[in-house]
């Protein structure tokens, strides 16, 4: 166990919807990775939260966007959703991003399907 | 980015050693190797992480080469439950420390 959570675990839903997935980051992390993994795909960088602000991007759709919330949990909303948004999300955390010598821990993902 | 090279995938007999290379040759003075494994669509879980100097956790060891070009991570006694994709990092940005995943190594063992 990470100690990263992520809620729901599973996902069904149809094409124009509007999902929200969540991430309790690990107790004392202040930072929180989203990630994309499609069928047979690496893992995509998304989105960085550090404390509150969002920190990096990457290949994040506009569809797509994020926050980090005072307790610092995190939620990923994704809408006007497509067939090819189906994937594996992955949420994860750590203790400061600011040191090149920390790790980070991921969650167990959620898997999201499109129908 | 520092990029990284793996193989694409290896086998290994239950119980032997497993040793996982990386090639690294771009690296920077300052960015560490980390190495991650992804099971069968979980979570890619840590495993170990180094700057110069060779490593060893309870999972494994990672050894470096003095000109830090390439590494190698060592699974001392594998097992079935070792079967997974390795991804070798060596670039985790400095003020985000976000991880670039390639695309691994599917690491097979074997009874």
């Known amino acids: 166990d990470s100690g990263v959570t992520q809620t729901p675990k599973h996902l069904i839903t149809a094409t124009g919807q509007r999902v929200t997935l969540r991430c309790s980051p690990r107790?004392?992390?202040?930072?929180v990775y989203w990630y994309q993994q499609s069928l047979d795909q690496g893992l995509q960088f998304l989105i960085q939260y550090y404390n509150g602000e969002e920190r990096a991007k990457g290949n994040i759709l506009e569809r797509f966007s994020a926050q980090q919330f005072p307790d610092l949990h995190s939620e990923l909303n994704l809408s006007s959703l497509e067939l090819g948004d189906s994937a594996l999300y992955f949420c994860?955390?750590?203790?400061?991003?600011?040191?090149?010598?920390?790790?980070?821990?991921f969650g167990q993902g959620t898997r999201l399907t499109v129908v | 980015d520092a990029k990284t090279t793996q193989p694409p995938s290896m086998d290994c007999a239950e119980g032997r050693a497993a040793n996982l290379p990386c090639n690294h040759s771009?690296?920077?003075?300052?960015?560490?190797v980390y190495w991650y494994r992804q099971i069968h669509s979980q979570g890619p879980q840590y495993i170990i992480h180094g700057l110069k100097n060779n490593e060893t956790n309870e999972m494994a060891s990672l050894i470096i080469t003095e000109d830090r070009k390439s590494s190698t991570l060592i699974l001392p006694h594998a097992t079935l439950r070792d079967t997974a994709v390795y991804y070798c990092?060596?670039?985790?940005?400095?003020?985000?420390?976000?991880?670039?995943f390639g695309q691994g190594t599917t690491l097979q063992v074997k009874p």
């Open positions: 107790s004392g992390d202040l930072s």
């Open positions: 990092i060596v670039r985790v940005e400095s003020n985000t420390g976000k991880l670039i």
């Open positions: 771009t690296i920077s003075g300052n960015e560490y």
């Open positions: 994860a955390s750590s203790v400061n991003p600011d040191r090149l010598n920390t790790e980070a821990f």
